[in-house]
C-alpha cells in the first residue's frame, strides 16, 4: 500500500482558498486517491476521490499531477465550520477490497 | 439521507469481558467495515467484510476480535476478551455495490472504555 505523506496541520482564514497537498511517491497503477474530513468524536466523511487530473464537486477540488506521486485538496472559501482533520487515501478500489489506510492526516484550524 | 448507525454510542466494561458493538448498515450497501481510533490517534483499519466473509483484515485483527451479520442487516463487531488498550472510538462503514469508489459512509462511532 502506498503510503502518504501530509502536513501536520494548516492555518487558514474565513473566505480563503486552502490547498493541502499530500504526497503518495510509490503510487501504484491501480491506485486511486480518495480524501475524506472528520470533526471531533465523530466519523470521517468522504470529501472526493480521483485518479488523474483533475476532479471536482460541490464542496472540493482535487488535483493530481501526470505522475500521480502528489494530490492537492484545494476546499474554496474556507469557514470556520470546515476546521477540521483532512485525511489523504491511496488504495486499490476494487470491488470490496479497499483497505483504505488512513494517515495521520492535516489538522485545519480555520480562524476568524 | 440514509446513514450507519451504530450502538451503544458509548460503552464502559471491565478488562477481560466481552463486549459487542453493533451497526446498521445502509440497507442496500454490500461492503461493510470496522476501523477503530484511540483518542488522538488515527483511524486505523481492522476488518473489511463481504458476502458473509472476512475481505481483508489488519494485524490489529487479532483472535479476540471477531464479525458477524447475524440477520441481513446487523453487522457486528465483537471483543472477547477486552484489554485496556482496546479503549478507542470504533467506526462502521458500509460501501454500496459500485466497483471503483472509495466512498465509505462511516456511522457516528462506539466509544469503548475498559477499566
Known amino acids: 500500500l502506498a503510503k502518504t505523506t501530509q502536513p501536520i496541520s494548516m492555518d487558514s482564514y474565513e473566505g480563503q482558498e486552502v490547498n493541502i497537498t499530500c504526497s503518495h511517491n510509490?503510487?501504484?497503477?491501480?491506485?486511486?486517491i480518495t480524501w475524506y474530513q472528520q470533526f471531533p468524536s465523530q466519523g470521517p466523511r468522504f470529501i472526493i476521490q480521483?485518479?488523474?487530473t483533475k476532479v471536482t464537486n460541490e464542496v472540493a477540488s482535487l488535483f493530481i499531477p501526470a505522475d500521480r506521486k502528489s494530490s492537492t485538496l484545494s476546499l474554496p472559501r474556507v469557514s470556520l465550520s470546515d476546521t477540521a482533520v483532512y485525511y489523504c487515501?491511496?488504495?486499490?478500489?476494487?470491488?470490496?477490497?479497499?483497505?483504505?489506510?488512513f494517515g495521520a492526516g492535516t489538522r485545519l484550524a480555520v480562524h476568524p | 439521507e440514509p446513514e450507519v448507525t451504530q450502538t451503544p454510542s458509548h460503552q464502559v466494561t471491565q478488562m477481560g469481558q466481552e463486549v459487542i458493538l453493533r451497526c446498521v448498515p445502509i440497507s442496500n450497501h454490500l461492503y461493510f467495515y470496522w476501523y477503530r481510533q484511540i483518542l488522538g490517534q488515527k483511524v486505523e483499519f481492522l476488518v473489511s467484510?463481504?458476502?458473509?466473509?472476512?475481505?481483508?483484515k489488519s494485524e490489529i485483527f487479532d483472535d479476540q476480535f471477531s464479525v458477524e451479520r447475524p440477520d441481513g442487516s446487523n453487522f457486528t463487531l465483537k471483543i472477547r476478551s477486552t484489554k485496556l488498550e482496546d479503549s478507542a472510538m470504533y467506526f462502521c462503514?458500509?460501501?454500496?455495490?459500485?466497483?471503483?469508489?472509495?466512498?465509505?459512509?462511516f456511522g457516528e462511532g462506539s466509544r469503548l472504555t475498559v477499566l
Open positions: 487515501l491511496v488504495g486499490v478500489l476494487s470491488g470490496g477490497y479497499n483497505k483504505l489506510i
Open positions: 510509490n503510487i501504484a497503477t491501480n491506485d486511486y
Open positions: 462503514a458500509s460501501k454500496g455495490g459500485q466497483a471503483n469508489t472509495g466512498e465509505l459512509f
Open positions: 467484510f463481504y458476502n458473509n466473509e472476512i475481505s481483508e
Open positions: 480521483g485518479y488523474k
